[in-house]
């Protein structure tokens, strides 16, 4: 995990609980100075890597900016429309967080016409996969769920290993994946789970992946 991985946590980890805790829906979500102040109390972050990685958690969708809309008269009368950003914890970032949710949003892929593109098929979780991986995304998801399970992992691990899961998933999507960037993540995955007590999941991905890595697939 890199730094700012580990800062990207911490906010969307803030952002959670007041999502879980804070009592009106219309005080859910934070203004940038309240976040920034929060941040340095509890994490030592400055204000820029706040910033920063706010904005990066707003363009992968994982926080929602809420804008509301204000005016005020000036001492002269006239009537000043302004806007108020604050944000919150968004629909994919909650489903991060929490795992798995029967009400979890369906796939983008489901808008794809999948009959119109040889080779790929959707699984039943709207996962679109190359034909020939079918196996491989049903054992990463057995090892999703067992890490998700595992009592042994730290929060960090469990982001990492989450990363890397996203990463082999998109590379067996496409047509042609790369087995280095496979190879690559398939390595931290393994190292994590294998430390998370869930060698039997696995064995099980090594099994159905170790053929392509080896230049087989």
Same mark, same amino acid.
């Given at each position: 995990m890199t730094p700012d991985d580990d800062r990207r946590d911490k906010i969307l980890r803030f952002l959670y609980q007041r999502h879980k805790t804070t009592r009106g829906i219309n005080k859910i979500p934070i203004g940038i100075r309240d976040l920034q102040s929060e941040m340095k109390t509890q994490h030592q972050m400055s204000q820029a890597e706040v910033s920063s990685n706010l904005d990066y958690l707003l363009q992968v969708g994982w926080v929602r900016e809420v804008v509301k809309e204000r005016s005020f008269t000036t001492p002269g009368g006239a009537e000043v429309s302004a806007s108020q950003s604050k944000y919150k914890i968004s629909d994919i970032g909650i489903n991060h967080m929490e795992?798995?949710?029967?009400? !979890?949003?369906?796939?983008? +892929?489901?808008?794809?016409?999948?009959?119109?593109? *040889?080779?790929?098929? /959707?699984? &039943?979780?709207?996962?679109?996969?190359?034909?020939?991986?079918?196996?491989?995304?049903?054992?990463?998801?057995?090892?999703?769920?067992?890490?998700?399970?595992?009592?042994?992992?730290?929060?960090?691990?469990?982001?990492?290993?989450?990363?890397?899961?996203?990463?082999?998933?998109?590379?067996?999507?496409?047509?042609?994946?790369?087995?280095?960037?496979?190879?690559?993540?398939?390595?931290?995955? !393994?190292?994590?789970?294998? +430390?998370?007590?869930?060698?039997?999941?696995?064995? *099980?991905?090594?099994? /159905?992946? &170790?053929?392509?890595?080896?230049?087989?697939?």
């Amino acid at each position: 995990m890199t730094p700012d991985d580990d800062r990207r946590d911490k906010i969307l980890r803030f952002l959670y609980q007041r999502h879980k805790t804070t009592r009106g829906i219309n005080k859910i979500p934070i203004g940038i100075r309240d976040l920034q102040s929060e941040m340095k109390t509890q994490h030592q972050m400055s204000q820029a890597e706040v910033s920063s990685n706010l904005d990066y958690l707003l363009q992968v969708g994982w926080v929602r900016e809420v804008v509301k809309e204000r005016s005020f008269t000036t001492p002269g009368g006239a009537e000043v429309s302004a806007s108020q950003s604050k944000y919150k914890i968004s629909d994919i970032g909650i489903n991060h967080m929490e795992k798995a949710t029967v009400f !979890k949003k369906p796939q983008a +892929a489901s808008q794809i016409n999948i009959t119109n593109i *040889k080779g790929v098929t /959707v699984l &039943g979780d709207g996962n679109v996969v190359n034909a020939q991986f079918t196996d491989v995304s049903r054992a990463l998801d057995e090892l999703d769920d067992a890490i998700s399970q595992s009592q042994t992992l730290t929060d960090e691990q469990r982001l990492d290993a989450a990363g890397d899961l996203s990463t082999i998933r998109t590379q067996i999507a496409k047509k042609n994946p790369d087995r280095t960037i496979i190879g690559t993540a398939w390595s931290s995955l !393994k190292a994590i789970a294998t +430390a998370g007590g869930v060698v039997g999941a696995v064995e *099980k991905v090594s099994q /159905v992946i &170790g053929g392509f890595l080896a230049g087989g697939g």
